[in-house]
């Protein structure tokens, strides 16, 4: 079995669709990408240097929402953040193939440890939000767990809901904290699956897929 290198982020695919994640591991051929604004990943940034200004105490406005501190090891967290170095697990049953896993942040309870992440919205939340980041925590407390550090199958979503822009372009956030319950478990199933995938033929036509049939029709 070859070794594979998996990223949460390409576990999301395959949950979605495993023809398209197949497609893209084999072949390389990922999705046509659609236009995006670059505020998001710059707001990503900013929200980090803004709660590296306050490690290991968490922003004001955060205090007494989740339990413990942020994380106070800078240099780990860090590496923790970086894509090609973060956190990573190691399969040697599925051929030493790889999940790996950019955590945005870490709060710390005694020897507790929870996965938290930062997502912004020019809009308040709806009631579906947070199920399309349940993988991406399942995968971090999973990582977590995998490298010696105790969890509590708990993470957190924090929202930072824009609300009004102020004088001298001043913008003005609320909010929000999202506690979830993560299943570890699921998050190793998933990779299990998609490794294995991978060791077999194409998988079929997804009819729920536009970019399947974008594929399919692109033959044609």
């Known amino acids: 079995m070859p070794n594979y290198r998996i990223s949460q982020t390409s576990l999301n695919l395959f949950l979605e669709c495993p023809r398209c994640f197949w497609l893209k591991i084999k072949n390389n051929m990922k999705r046509p990408e659609q236009p995006s604004s670059t505020l998001p990943r710059g707001m990503d940034i900013l929200i980090k ?29 860090k590496k923790w953040r970086n894509w090609r170095a973060g956190l990573q697990y190691i399969d040697k049953t599925l051929g030493n193939s790889i999940m790996t896993g950019a955590i945005d942040e870490c709060f710390v309870d005694g020897d507790i440890y929870m996965p938290a992440d930062y997502k912004t919205r020019g809009t308040g939340l ?48 609320k909010v929000d904290v999202i506690e979830m319950k993560t299943y570890p478990d699921d998050a190793y199933n998933a990779f299990k699956k998609a490794v ?13 897929c536009q970019f399947c049939n974008w594929v399919s029709d692109q033959k044609n």
């Open 49 to 77: 240097n803004y709660f590296d200004k306050y490690r290991p105490s968490p922003p004001p406005e955060l205090k007494g929402k989740i339990p413990g501190t942020v994380i106070p090891d800078q240099e780990l967290l």
């Open 126 to 173: 709806k009631e579906d939000s947070t199920k399309y980041f349940q993988n991406q925590l399942d995968c971090y407390t999973f990582l977590l767990k995998e490298n010696g550090y105790k969890v509590n199958n708990k993470g957190y979503l924090i929202y930072y809901i824009l609300e009004n822009v102020e004088e001298n372009g001043t913008a003005k956030f």
């Open 196 to 208: 294995e995938i991978l060791d077999k033929p194409m998988p079929a036509l997804n009819p729920d």
